[in-house]
């Protein structure tokens, strides 16, 4: 199993363009997430999913879209990229039920000028 | 705002020290874990303490958990320098289907 894979790993963008980052899992699990950290900060969830045609918010949702239409894939998408939208963006999976250890991408590092 | 909150935001020790690392946290929950970050990586997982349960080992981890106080602790003994990273407790919180983060301790073990 290739696991939780991101892509890309480093991207520039200019404030105002729009861009998707691409997370694929193929442990078919259900749960899926995005989470961004910003330097010496903790994980801040974006969006999550826990199945194919669901998604739904966390705690920082402005600005980014996703959609779930299959089991492996949740991207994400950057509308107008704005500075603020400067970090490290991390993928997630996990089966569904509680208690399950969640796997990480390795990152994607995204800078806004 | 995050649900589990890191205590200390930092730490350094000498080699062989042992490192003790604190969590509290606001509402019910499912369960606790700890995650590790070493530099420029991903988070991996180490150990997962359900809300039943008091107490966890896994090699040289020791977890706690107090559901009253709503804390947990992360104890990681007989410190080496590769244990040097970002450790975060995240929480399974009741009723949610989200895994929330703390903003974690930064672990630096001296050679």
Redesign the interface.
């Known amino acids: 199993n290739a696991g939780?894979t991101q892509t890309p790993k480093f991207q520039v963008l200019k404030t105002g363009q729009s861009m998707t980052l691409q997370c694929a899992q193929d442990m078919n699990h259900e749960?899926m997430?995005w989470?961004r950290q910003d330097p010496?900060?903790?994980?801040?969830?974006i969006h999550?999913s826990?199945g194919a045609g669901i998604t739904?918010q966390?705690?920082v949702p402005n600005g980014y879209n996703v959609s779930r239409s299959t089991t492996e894939d949740f991207p994400l998408r950057l509308l107008s990229a704005a500075p603020s939208q400067t970090s490290v963006y991390?993928c997630?999976s996990?089966r569904?039920s509680?208690?399950n250890?969640?796997?990480?991408?390795?990152?994607s590092w995204l800078t806004v000028v | 705002s995050?649900q589990?909150e890191?205590d200390p935001q930092a730490l350094s020790i000498q080699e062989g020290e042992n490192a003790t690392m604190n969590c509290s946290y606001k509402t019910s929950i499912?369960?606790l874990?700890w995650y590790r970050q070493n530099s420029?990586?991903?988070?991996?997982?180490l150990i997962?303490i359900?809300s039943n349960e008091r107490e966890k080992h896994s090699g040289r981890l020791r977890v706690t958990l107090d559901t009253s106080k709503k804390s947990s602790s992360l104890l990681i003994t007989a410190s080496r320098a590769a244990d040097t990273a970002s450790y975060?407790c995240?929480t399974?919180a009741l009723g949610a289907?989200?895994?929330?983060?703390?903003?974690?301790t930064r672990l630096t073990i001296n050679p």
């Open positions: 939780v749960y997430s989470y010496g900060m903790g994980l801040r969830l999550y826990v739904d966390g705690e991390f997630a996990r569904f509680g208690g250890t969640i796997y990480f991408g390795e990152g | 995050q589990g890191e499912n369960n874990q420029g990586r991903g988070l991996v997982h997962l359900r975060f995240a399974d289907q989200k895994l929330v983060f703390g903003q974690g």
